[in-house]
């Protein structure tokens, strides 16, 4: 997992409330178990019309949007069902960090494992980075995850909070698999010592 320390980017606006994991990545591009490629599905059925060409209109296809790696977004992301291909398919598109003021727990959960940093912030600090935001290439948000801070294109600031296992973990680059692997030596040693039991 790559490790998340800083990040700048220009944030891309998504002012939609309630947005589920069916809207991320619609049921039909679940048959895969890979994490790649799901990008281009990402919020597909907004942003395609139905002869599959792009819809304008839709923030990322935007030209202002279309390298953001923050998502700036409405209430409670990523409710409904609890499949990790929305996080796989935001972390394909390019997408870091997406801030809102709530997100669905199955959904924050699965960020962290797959190296995206989920910010929740107040009502009124969103209303601020979606004026920022709305700016488009003319505005970046600086993401500082040891300092646990947003620094906004004219120097102010919001401050988030942030689980510190969970910013080890993002800081590190470890997934379930890297924290295991992390026991290594300890795991070894244990089984070595099994081993001397056995021909004892």
């Not at 819809?55 to 700036?72: G, H, M, T, W």
């Not at 300092?147 to 401050?159: E, H, N, R």
Request: charged fraction near 25%.
């Amino acid at each position: 997992m790559q490790p998340f320390t800083t990040l700048t980017s220009t944030p891309a606006p998504l002012k939609v409330i309630n947005v589920d994991t069916d809207m991320i990545i619609p049921k039909q591009y679940l048959k895969t178990i890979k994490r790649t490629g799901l990008g281009t599905a990402l919020f597909s059925e907004m942003r395609y019309k139905e002869d599959g060409s792009e819809n304008p209109d839709f923030v990322l296809n935007q030209p202002a949007y279309r390298k953001s790696e923050i998502l700036v977004a409405g209430d409670n992301f990523g409710c409904g069902s609890s499949r990790e291909h929305a996080p796989w398919a935001l972390l394909d598109f390019g997408i870091r960090c997406v801030i809102s003021t709530s997100f669905a727990d199955i959904f924050y959960n699965n960020c962290f494992k797959n190296g995206i940093l989920p910010i929740v912030v107040s009502p009124e600090d969103l209303e601020k980075l979606f004026d920022d935001a709305d700016r488009g290439s003319n505005a970046t948000l600086t993401v500082d995850l040891e300092k646990q801070q947003i620094t906004g294109p004219d120097g102010g600031t919001v401050s988030f909070d942030i689980d510190p296992f969970r910013k080890h973990c993002l800081m590190n680059g470890l997934d379930d698999i890297g924290l295991t692997m992390e026991k290594a030596p300890k795991i070894e040693a244990f089984e070595e010592k099994l081993k001397a039991r056995a021909w004892a």
